[in-house]
């Protein structure tokens, strides 16, 4: 047990308030962490200087801020270690006594490390500091992720929004931000919590404003039927800053979701589009019926026909010429935000484009029985075989088609070609077609020349007559008045 030795003064200390209050301020870290954490820095610097600290005790009063500091050390003729050894002429020094070969407790001072032990000391203190508000701010928020939360615009850090929290710091990043939105200092900003990080450089919570559940949240806090569970959001599909769909139903017949929402002279929606910095914001109603869901997701544009291939989860969509722009949107935004949010590729079609592309998938389709010369029995096989039309017998290869019983190489041969001929003459007969078009204008067009100039004739004969008519008329009448 060393012995405890009657000392002249007062220990040296150091008011941790002046020395390190900048470094605590406003951290919301508790007393005692800070006070261990300071205990902790000082034996580090005390460690730096001797090489070891097992034999100190560092003590801070948490009433007044002060810190004091002592060594067991041997009381020795001649020191070796000064960090374990003391002489009896340094406890002299020091107002203290001893005998040799005790083991005392000697004060020791923070000057004795020089300047740079408040520096380490606070190095220590800072970094310690920093882990316990992260560890604080992670246990608080990370419970949070995918909630929304209110802060304040604090600065701008290289394309990061900086958001004050309240008791802890978050971060908009730069690709979560709402694109072309102006951030003013102190502006009151409402985020998506999206991810809380341990060990991150800079503010842990990271925050978001292009986050499709940001609109989700929104209307859950907007729209109290939501809340409730009468309202449910089905799906949302956002594109930030420009322009969002979400689709909703109702578990109560007698409450329609798409009002509910929008509320009473859209109030309720036009707060979230101010909210979202003007982002414009369709409300459908949600359908199990996928043709449906998919009409009304196309809204406003109106849908003419409507066909569902569920193998490839594609929906083909026929609206009328003048409703394609309106049906596919500016830079194709309308039919995109629809597919995000019914989960189905669209294709929009016009009309007039439908029609060309079902006369054009006509005219591909042959059936094999067009062929002259072939017979049903054989037909009938390179149809079992997958050479169900015109065309996929064409594209065939012979040695294919000697699979089939009956079909040595030369047959095969000559069924490939007679399939190639037959499409090759359908090529040139629209041009044939048009050339006997032309023809029959030119014959129609000689038929009215023709009937033109035996009118002419007619009508020239018939001067003819007339004119003689009248010469004859006039030589009667000469010879009368002669015999008179």
């Known amino acids: 047990m060393p012995k405890r030795i009657e000392k002249n003064r007062e220990p040296q200390g150091v ?64 020191v070796l ?7 009896l002429e340094e406890l002299a020094e020091k107002g203290l006594k001893g005998k040799l070969e005790e083991e ?39 419970g949070r992720v995918n909630e929304v939360v209110v802060g304040s615009v604090q600065q701008m850090d290289k394309g990061n929004v900086i958001v004050n929290l309240g008791r802890a710091e978050g971060v908009v990043p730069p690709k979560e931000q709402i694109p072309r939105e102006k951030y003013r200092l ?52 956002r594109e930030p800053g420009e322009r ?42 949600w359908s199990a019926n996928p043709d449906v869901y998919v009409t009304r ?46 989960g189905w590729k669209i294709n929009v079609l016009a009309e007039s484009e439908h029609e060309a592309e079902r006369k054009k998938r006509q005219k591909e389709r042959i059936p094999l029985f067009n062929l002259e010369g072939l017979s049903d029995v054989l037909a009938k096989k390179l149809i079992e075989m997958g050479f169900e039309t015109v065309q996929l017998l064409a594209a065939a290869k012979g040695e294919d088609l000697m699979e089939i019983e009956g079909i040595g190489p030369k047959k095969a041969e000559k069924l490939i070609a007679s399939a190639q001929e037959y499409l090759e003459k359908l090529k040139k007969r629209p041009a044939e077609e048009e050339e006997e078009s032309e023809e029959e204008e030119m014959d129609v067009e000689s038929e009215e020349i023709e009937e033109e100039e035996d009118e002419e004739e007619e009508e020239e004969k018939k001067a003819d007559e007339g004119q003689a008519g009248e010469t004859a008329s006039d030589s009667a009448d000469g010879e009368k008045e002669e015999e008179k």
């Open 81 to 87: 270690d000064p960090g374990t050894e003391v002489t």
């Open 104 to 142: 005392v407790e000697v004060p020791i001072e923070i000057a004795e490390f020089g300047r740079n032990a408040i520096g380490l000391v606070k190095q220590v203190l800072v970094q310690k500091v920093r882990e316990a508000e992260r560890e604080r701010v992670y246990a608080e928020y990370i």
């Open 15 to 78: 008011d941790v308030a002046e020395a390190l209050s900048e470094v605590v301020k406003g951290r919301n870290v508790e007393a005692d962490y800070v006070r261990e954490t300071l205990e902790a820095g000082l034996l580090s610097a005390v460690k730096k200087k001797y090489g070891q600290a097992d034999n100190v005790t560092v003590k801070v009063d948490p009433k007044t801020g002060r810190i004091s500091m002592s060594a067991r050390r041997k009381v020795v003729e001649e």
């Open 244 to 285: 969002s769909k979400i689709a909703v139903s109702s578990a109560d017949e007698r409450i329609d979701p798409v009002g509910a929402c929008v509320g009473i002279r859209g109030i309720r929606v036009q707060s979230i589009v101010r909210e979202l910095a003007g982002e414009r914001i369709d409300v459908i109603a």
């Open 186 to 237: 102190g502006e009151r900003l409402r985020c998506l919590v999206l991810d809380v990080q341990k060990a991150a450089k800079g503010p842990p919570v990271i925050l978001s404003r292009a986050h499709p559940d940001l609109l989700r949240r929104l209307f859950e806090l907007e729209v109290p039927e939501i809340f409730e569970k009468i309202i449910e959001i089905k799906s949302v599909a």
């Open 297 to 342: 997701a196309l809204a406003p544009a109106k849908v003419f026909h409507i066909t569902a291939n569920e193998a490839e989860n594609e929906m083909t969509v026929v609206v009328a010429d003048d409703q394609l722009s309106l049906a596919i949107g500016k830079q194709g935004q309308n039919a995109r935000l629809a597919a995000k949010l019914t």
